[in-house]
T-cell receptor
Framework: EAQVTQNPRYLITVTGKKLTVTCSQN?????MSWYRQDPGLGLRQIYY???????DKGDVPEGYKVSRKEKRNFPLILESPSPNQTSLYFC??????????????FGQGTRLTVV | AQSVAQPEDQVNVAEGNPLTVKCTYS??????LFWYVQYPNRGLQFLLK??????LVKGSYGFEAEFNKSQTSFHLKKPSALVSDSALYFC?????????????FGTGTLLAVQP
């Protein structure tokens, strides 16, 4: 089954404690990205990757890091989480397509709470 | 700035009645347009997209959307609503000509279908 898998689904952590949210896709997609979803703001892109070893900032990259060492994996790293990073996070993947005309597949989400 | 507007936070409709969820966009050029649905505790699922051609596009679960270039709108419609259609709906655009598959999302509209 084609899918994007995120782990963990739920996470409560304390301010400053480094954490990683994993994301893996089994569709051989070139393009992967991370979004955060906040009430009243919709989804905003954090980082994206066009292919292995190619990553770039989205609209809200501050406080986050990513890496793309393998095509299937795109982990999101919070080096020093803060309460304003409490949010619902989604990983997505898609074929590169032509200027973005292909649909994205989303993971089930990770609800992160930073206290 | 590029943006997507979903003017209604919530739409209420009785089962069996037609439904419309509105979306307008402010993006230069000819963007690609998408609708996604999010059920509780799930990731976003692709419903339909407009790339080019016929202004009325049909998608999953009986949904369709009408593209209107002059009004820069892409409203989601369904002739007869089901209780199971109750969910959060997101409109998204992908600017054409860009180097990425970035999606710009609206803030979402909660559809509530009453039995």
């Amino acid at each position: 089954e084609a899918q994007v898998t995120q782990n963990p689904r739920y996470l409560i952590t304390v301010t400053g404690k480094k954490l990683t949210v994993t994301c893996s896709q089994n569709m051989n997609h070139e393009y992967m990205s991370w979004y955060r979803q906040d009430p009243g703001l919709g989804l905003r892109q954090i980082y994206y990757s066009m292919n292995v070893e190619v990553t770039d900032k989205g609209d809200v990259p501050e406080g986050y890091k990513v890496s793309r060492k393998e095509k299937r994996n795109f982990p999101l790293i919070l080096e020093s989480p803060s309460p304003n990073q409490t949010s619902l996070y989604f990983c997505a993947s898609s074929n590169s397509g032509v200027g973005g005309n292909t649909e994205a597949f989303f993971g089930q989400g990770t609800r992160l709470t930073v206290v | 700035a590029q943006s997507v507007a979903q003017p209604e936070d919530q739409v209420n409709v009785a089962e069996g009645n037609p439904l419309t969820v509105k979306c307008t966009y402010s993006v230069s050029g000819n963007p690609y347009l998408f609708w996604y649905v999010q059920y509780p505790n799930r990731g976003l699922q692709f419903l339909l997209k407009y790339i080019t051609g016929d202004n009325l596009v049909k998608g999953s679960y009986g949904f369709e959307a009408e593209f209107n270039k002059s009004q820069t709108s892409f409203h989601l419609k369904k002739p007869s609503a089901l209780v199971s259609d109750s969910a959060l709906y997101f409109c998204a655009v992908s600017p054409t000509g860009g180097a990425t598959n970035k999606l710009i999302f609206g803030t979402g509209t909660l559809l509530a279908v009453q039995p």
